[in-house]
């Protein structure tokens, strides 16, 4: 398990659309000893990915996304 106060940034990852606010938490809580950040939000979007639960890599994204919001302490919105 991760050790530490972890912190899932919820909210729309929307590439493109949404605003990349998780960006700027992760910088401001860069300095806090023994907090563990949780943020969905992939560098690069992979455009060929479509959102359906048959494709792999979207399901292996929300499987993902699900289990550390299992993990996280707090969530973000």
């Known amino acids: 398990m991760l050790a530490g ?11 493109g659309t949404a605003e990349d606010w998780q960006t700027r938490v992760v910088a401001e809580l860069s300095g806090a000893e ?4 949780l943020n969905p939000r992939r560098e690069k ?4 990915v ?3 639960a048959a494709e792999p890599r ?4 929300v499987n993902w996304e699900l289990d550390m919001l299992d ?7």
Do not use: D, K, W
């Not at 106060?5 to 729309?12: E, K, M, P, Q, Y």
């Not at 023994?34 to 950040?37: D, L």
């Not at 979007?45 to 060929?48: D, F, G, N, V």
């Open 34 to 37: 023994g907090v563990v950040i």
């Open 5 to 15: 106060t972890r912190v899932f940034l919820a909210g729309s990852i929307e590439m």
């Open 71 to 77: 993990a996280a302490g707090i969530g973000a919105v």
């Open 45 to 48: 979007r992979q455009e060929s």
């Open 50 to 52: 479509e959102p359906r």
């Open 58 to 61: 979207f399901a292996e994204q």
